[in-house]
Nanobody, 122 residues
Framework: QVQLVESGGGLVQAGGSLRLSCAASGRTFSTYSMGWFRQAPGKEREFVAAISGNRLITSYADSVKGRFTISRDNVKTTVYLQMNSLKPEDTAVYSC???????????????WGQGTQVTVSS
């Protein structure tokens, strides 16, 4: 089981930026895809972004395209989510997860981090 620990959340004004990090345990980090998801109060968890192990494939939710960038460092076994031009509707708990890529879609496949709170004030 992969252990995932997120960091980097916080309070930011609308229009600001944050970078989330997700540190993973294990020596096979580069072999699996990673994703970010978020859950706002009273709403279901939703997909935000994902990246394949070799970094060749990325995917974004329409709501964050052009504002968020997912990346990974396979040496540091860490995946990042750079969030720019933040909006109040981006407020949520953000969690990273191991995902699988199949037929053009990334879906969760087991390990989750504990989540980090992102709050965007208007």
């Amino acid at each position: 089981q992969v252990q995932l620990v997120e960091s980097g959340g916080g309070l930011v004004q609308a229009g600001g930026s944050l970078r989330l990090s997700c540190a993973a345990s294990g020596r096979t980090f580069s072999t699996y895809s990673m994703g970010w998801f978020r859950q706002a109060p009273g709403k279901e968890r939703e997909f935000v972004a994902a990246i394949s192990g070799n970094r060749l494939i990325t995917s974004y939710a329409d709501s964050v395209k052009g504002r968020f960038t997912i990346s990974r460092d396979n040496v540091k076994t860490t995946v990042y989510l750079q969030m720019n031009s933040l909006k109040p509707e981006d407020t949520a708990v953000y969690s990273c997860a191991v995902v699988k890529y199949y037929s053009g879609i990334f879906t969760p496949s087991g390990s989750w981090g504990q989540g980090t709170q992102v709050t965007v004030s208007s």
